[in-house]
């Protein structure tokens, strides 16, 4: 089915290890999104691509890289993982114009760092 | 600061009674709004928009929203609620600019009663 795929769905990581959070979508979208979800603090933007060839921080970057790697597939990198980033991840897309069309999400990387 | 709130954490409605979940927002500019639905370890749908004309406005699974300019509020209802309604609502909002970033409340969860 058409959509946004994310990989892993779960992952483990001690602190201090790498990883990165693959997110590709199928549907010819120019914008994609980072964003974490924590328990009473709903969603949160962490880096979003307004197209390809471009990334802009969101309202918690700090500790995330990303990459638009091309027009499908944006991905996040957790250089040395803490404990604070222990959230439940989840990419979006959408058209250029994504406010008049909302975004589609991902079912979401659930990650703990201990 | 653009913002949106929902003033409650969690709401109770028996089925078959009618259900409401509240947004208020704060942005600047004629605001685009929405509602999204999340279930247990999915990721969010859509449910609604509002970006101009008709102030209620009709989307996915019978639910339906009032946009109240002068009360800032989008509120969420339904006439009838079914036990399957129970999940996380997120409403959010926008205004058109370069980067069309959408901004989230923090979730209201919803439990019908059996």
């Known amino acids: 089915n058409a959509g946004v795929t994310q990989t892993p769905k779960f992952q483990v990581l001690k602190t201090g290890q790498s990883m990165t959070l693959q997110c590709a979508q199928d549907?010819?979208?120019?914008?994609m999104y980072w964003y974490r979800q924590d328990p009473g603090m709903g969603l949160r933007l962490i880096y979003y691509?307004?197209?390809?060839?471009?990334?802009d921080k969101g309202e918690v970057p700090n500790g995330y890289n990303v990459s638009r790697l091309n027009k499908r597939e944006f991905s996040l990198r957790l250089e040395s993982a803490a404990p604070s980033q222990t959230s439940v991840y989840f990419c979006?897309?959408?058209?250029?114009?994504?406010?008049?069309?909302?975004?589609?999400f991902g079912s979401g990387t659930r990650l703990t760092v201990v | 600061a653009q913002s949106v709130a929902q003033p409650e954490d969690q709401v109770n409605v028996a089925e078959g009674n009618p259900l409401t979940v509240k947004c208020t927002y704060s942005v600047s500019g004629n605001p685009y709004l929405f509602w999204y639905v999340q279930y247990p370890n999915r990721g969010l749908q859509f449910l609604l928009k509002y970006i101009t004309g008709d102030n209620l406005v009709k989307g996915s699974y019978g639910f339906e929203a009032e946009f109240n300019k002068s009360q800032t509020s989008f509120h969420l209802k339904k006439p009838s609620a079914l036990v399957s309604d129970s999940a996380l609502y997120f409403c959010?909002?926008?205004?058109?600019?370069?980067?069309?970033?959408?901004?989230f409340g923090k979730g209201t969860r919803l439990h019908i009663l059996p």
């Open positions: 979006a897309s959408s058209e250029l114009q994504g406010i008049n069309y909302g975004y589609t």
């Open positions: 959010a909002a926008a205004v058109r600019n370069r980067d069309d970033k959408i901004i």
């Open positions: 549907m010819n979208h120019n914008s």
């Open positions: 691509s307004a197209s390809e060839g471009t990334t």
